[in-house]
């Protein structure tokens, strides 16, 4: 813990404390480093509060659903929820829900942490996937406040690190009141750092959870059109070949890009004009349109309209090695599953779906192609779609958010989270 903090003080906060604070004296205060130094003074009204952490937009909107489910459970609760990024706050704010309120998490340093805690005097602290920021968990926990993290992910990766500072590892552990992994493997990395067998919980996909919303139709065929979601850098450039290929026999090919991160936008531009295919650009205001081949949907929170729009979705992240997005929001919009090699992130669901038939791996622009071909055709796309639909069956959340709620409202003492009791009927089937 002491060299944590000794590379933190030294290196990252002392350069957002001098820009924060720079910002003060020239009047020009940037409001996301004063959100997260709390110089914005907030100043909460009084409530009974559960803390949500979750790193970005993906997180957010995977545990949307269990939140959901959380304040219809208990009217009278207020949830604060924190991300690690501007956008993530702007699609939580876009909830529009006054009992939420969305804020950047605050910086991991105990000063901080101690006048937030303060502020906010939270119930429980809920993490969502794998945001085990140290000096959050431990204050929280020393103050008694009960730490929950659900859908959480550890890889391989991950637990080498955490392996090399076991006495932390163990603190951190010890702080965790209640876990639900994501799988097995997290399972194992967790009970293998020291947490206790019986604080881990069922295993839960929140993004297994994801649900098709009524969006405004697109203007050219679905069964044409293609989405490449989330992608990565040096991901675009094999989908635009890929789909320039494809097109010199299917002209009626559509494509939706999608970047994970729309700052990317000039550098894709160049890719696609290097290309030669015509394009419009979502964030420089155009609308989609029939005639032209590619449009470049850089804005967030929009995925929904992109999924309902394409019969075939390429999954970013999978092509270079970032781990893979999740295959659960193309499937449940029907939408035919492409995917490359790197699935570490999902890996029982894409095991699950090469099964079954549900996806297809590619691993290169002329495999991409040859796949696109393949699935330009409305029976395939629906056959695929449904093998992946029901292949991700399994993958329900349903107990095991009813077991998160349970374990907070024993944790947190909410008597309205508690199970609802069996009737008659159940308790003979007991």
Request: proline share 8%.
């Amino acid at each position: 813990m002491l060299i944590y903090r000794l590379i933190l003080s030294l290196t990252l906060w002392p350069w957002l404390g001098l820009r924060s604070q720079w910002g003060l004296w020239t009047g020009r205060r940037d409001r996301d480093l004063a959100e997260r130094w709390l110089l914005d003074r907030p100043r909460p009204a009084p409530a009974r509060r559960i803390w949500v952490h979750a790193a970005s937009n993906g997180e957010l909107a995977s545990v949307r659903g269990a939140l959901r489910r959380l304040l219809d459970r208990d009217p009278s609760l207020h949830l604060l929820v924190t991300c690690n990024t501007p956008s993530g706050r702007a699609l939580v704010a876009g909830w529009g829900d006054a009992r939420i309120e969305p804020r950047l998490a605050p910086v991991d340093l105990p000063p901080v942490l101690r006048r937030f805690l303060d502020l906010w005097r939270p119930s429980a602290l809920v993490i969502v996937e794998n945001e085990l920021w140290p000096e959050r968990l431990l204050a929280s926990a020393a103050r008694g406040i009960p730490v929950l993290v659900i859908g959480a992910r550890m890889s391989a990766r991950s637990h080498r690190v955490w392996s090399r500072l076991p006495r932390l590892a163990r603190r951190l552990m010890a702080a965790i009141t209640w876990l639900a992994p994501q799988d097995d493997a997290s399972r194992d990395r967790f009970a293998g750092l020291g947490l206790a067998p019986d604080r881990i919980g069922p295993a839960m996909v929140l993004k297994s959870a994801a649900a098709a919303a009524g969006t405004a139709p697109l203007p050219f065929p679905r069964a044409r059109t293609i989405l490449a979601a989330s992608t990565h850098e040096g991901e675009e450039e094999i989908v635009l070949d890929a789909v320039a290929e494809a097109r010199a026999q299917r002209p009626d090919l559509h494509l939706i890009l999608a970047p994970r991160h729309p700052r990317r936008r000039d550098g894709i531009e160049a890719a696609i004009r290097a290309r030669g295919l015509a394009f419009a650009t979502r964030s420089r205001g155009a609308e989609p349109d029939a005639e032209t081949p590619v449009y470049l949907a850089d804005t967030l929170g929009e995925m929904d309209r992109w999924y309902a729009g394409a019969g075939i979705t390429v999954v970013g992240g999978s092509l270079v090695d970032r781990g893979g997005h999740t295959p659960f929001e193309p499937a449940a919009h029907g939408s035919a599953i492409l995917t490359g090699p790197h699935v570490s992130n999902a890996a029982p669901a894409y095991a699950a779906l090469f099964a079954a038939g549900g996806a297809i791996e590619v691993r290169d622009a002329a495999s991409l192609a040859a796949a696109i071909r393949a699935l330009a055709d409305p029976a395939r796309q629906a056959a695929q779609a449904g093998a992946a639909s029901a292949a991700l069956a399994a993958f329900g959340t349903d107990a095991a958010i009813d077991a998160f709620l349970a374990a907070l409202g024993d944790a947190a003492g909410l008597a309205a989270l508690a199970p609802e009791p069996e009737g008659p009927e159940d308790a003979v089937h007991a």
